[in-house]
T-cell receptor, first 113, second 114 residues
Framework: AQSVTQLDSQVPVFEEAPVELRCNYSSSVSVYLFWYVQYPNQGLQLLLK??????LVKSINGFEAEFNKSQTSFHLRKPSVHISDTAEYFC???????????FGTGTRLLVSP | DAGVTQSPTHLIKTRGQQVTLRCSPK?????VSWYQQALGQGPQFIFQ???????QRGNFPDRFSGHQFPNYSSELNVNALLLGDSALYLC?????????????FGNGTRLTVT
């Protein structure tokens, strides 16, 4: 079975500072990895995904994540955050060939001026 | 292009009652999954429907049941509600035969059981 660990429940950061949200997964089979963002009182929005190929994936709003198979990690990074990035971020893993997503417990990113 | 739509947005029920939540998938999608998100937690997989059949199920009791209609829309039914069923229920849609295609989520139904 797959599992996801997001060690940081909350990450406070100042605007324009860099940030890294950590995600580690465990699986004995081939998996796909995802980051979703959830704004208050809303559903989940896909931020970025890793299926295969280049281990560095990027979103249109400046986030990036790197798949590291040896460390079973998929950390999310942004070089300069904005107030509007304040949200809950969920890392998720999905076994290749299946559609069930297994989520971590989430990391709340708090960006202050 | 309408995304995933869920109804109602909020619902208050009494313990022991039954509830039905509804979901319309994103245009072009044929697979619907349901997730339960308790306060402060990540979403937990309930089950998935494709071709009107339950294809995969998470660790939820039989009180949770579902249905998928020929137009791909879906319902989630919960019987004998417990206080612990209070949560945000998320519907997600995808395409069955495209391995790796991401799930698209609706905004959820907030269920409160009193």
């Amino acid at each position: 079975a797959q599992s996801v660990t997001q060690l940081d429940s909350q990450v406070p950061v100042f605007e324009e500072a860099p940030v890294e949200l950590r995600c580690n997964y465990s699986s004995s089979v081939s998996v796909y990895l995802f980051w979703y963002v959830q704004y208050p009182n809303q559903g989940l929005q896909l931020l970025l995904k890793y299926l295969s190929g280049s281990t560095l994936v990027k979103s249109i709003n400046g986030f990036e994540a790197e798949f590291n198979k040896s460390q079973t990690s998929f950390h999310l990074r942004k070089p300069s955050v904005h107030i509007s990035d304040t949200a809950e971020y969920f890392c998720a893993v999905r076994r290749a060939g299946f559609q069930k997503l297994v989520f971590g417990t989430g990391t709340r990113l708090l960006v202050s001026p | 292009d309408a995304g995933v739509t869920q109804s109602p947005t909020h619902l208050i029920k009494t313990r022991g009652q039954q509830v039905t939540l509804r979901c319309s998938p994103k245009s072009g999608h044929d697979t619907v999954s349901w997730y339960q998100q308790a306060l402060g937690q990540g979403p937990q997989f309930i089950f998935q429907y494709y071709e009107e059949e339950e294809r995969q199920r998470g660790n939820f009791p039989d009180r949770f049941s579902g249905h998928q209609f020929p137009n791909y829309s879906s319902e989630l039914n919960v019987n004998a509600l417990l206080l612990g069923d209070s949560a945000l229920y998320l519907c997600a849609s995808s395409t069955w035969d495209r391995d790796g295609s991401p799930l698209h989520f609706g905004n959820g139904t907030r269920l409160t059981v009193t």
